[in-house]
Structure formats: C-alpha cells, structure tokens
C-alpha cells in the first residue's frame, strides 16, 4: 500500500483462500518505521469457525447465568448435544479447564468455577469440529438476590451556581454528602473533604480541604484560570 504522504486514513483489503476451522495469527509489518518501533511489526488474531454462538436469553445481573446457543453459520440451526471445552483465562493465564455439553436445544451456560478474577475470558472448543469461539466475561460472580442497596454507600453531590463560567470568575458551589445504611439514605455532617477544579487538560487549577461543620457545604474558594 503507498503512502501519498496526505495525512489522511487509507484502507487496504487482502483477499485470504477458506481456510480450515481454527485460530489463525496474522502479522504485518509497516514500511519507513523503523524495526526497533514498538509499530514497526504487528499482529493479531482471527477465528475461522462453521458454528458460532448467540444468546438464548441475557442478563446484566451475572453473566453467568446467560444461556448461550450454538448454531450453525449457515442455516442457523443449533448444534444438539455437542461436547465443549471450556478454557477459562485471566491475563493470558489458564485457570481452569472444564469439559460441558450443549443440551437437546443447542443450549448451555459457561461453567462457574473458583476464580473471582474481575476480568475472565473463556475459549470455547468443538474437539469433533476444530471450532473455536471467544466469549468475555466482566464482574465476580453475583447472585440473583443481591441488591447493591443494602450495602453501605456514601456520595457527595456538588452544586454549582452556574452551567458555564467564564476565565477568572468565581465558582460558588455547594455539597451535600449522604450515605445510604440499611437501604436508608441520610446526610453525612463534618466530613473532611479536598474540593479540586480541573481544568479542559485535566491540569489542577485550584483546590482546598474543608470540614464543613454543618450539613451543607458553602463556599467560593475556587476560581477559574485566566485565559493567557
């Protein structure tokens, strides 16, 4: 592909014979970078596979009570009682390895195990087929019966008296901190606080520690940066 030197976004295609089912690596490397750059040589991966999976039903709650169905790329048809391996990975080290099977509708859920990594992915394979598939999963496992309200929680809400300011005026604010216990929410009095005013670039442009002693908050301490 040649560089017209523009400055602008090119787009290239390169045409690839079918290949078999598997897990393929592809590497390029970019001419005038010099090969120490760290951009100098790239690679990543790709998945040839004739089934793929889509979801039977979904939840946010825990993304392992998800029913996912394996079907073919073809016809859509789900695959019965198809033997799976499961291979469960955080930062690119196994952690477990769990053998399943999809049921008499294609369906199944990915194995719940021991970890209480944050991030987890899962390759799943078809040994009959050679398929592979990806699927991530974010979050520790959370039963269906919790509620995010019956754990302690505190958050400050700040106040402005304006939307829009311009360079060099004062910003009067206030804040009122509450903390939720036993799923009832009440106002939290003196407590210590550092207030800090960023600027567009995320730069610090005035900031100071307060303990209010009464419920609400009220100052004019922070100014806007001066346009140079």
Known sequence: MNDPKDYQTHKTSLEIKPLPSGIYLAEYSVVGINAK???AEKDFYFLVADNKIIYQSKTDRN???NELKLVNNENGKPLLHENLTFYEYTSGKLLNKVEGKTDEKGVFKLPTTESKE???SFLIKQSKTNDFQIMNVYGNTISDNYNANKEDQSKAQIFT???IYRPGQTVYFKVINTKLAKETESVISGLKQKITLLDTNG?????????PMNLVLTT???SCQKES
């Open 161 to 163: 008296d304006r939307a």
């Open 118 to 120: 944050y991030y987890r």
């Open 220 to 222: 004019e301490v922070l």
């Open 63 to 65: 993304q392992l009570l």
């Open 37 to 39: 750059d760290a951009d």
């Open 203 to 211: 730069q610090e442009v005035s900031s100071q520690d307060l303990q």
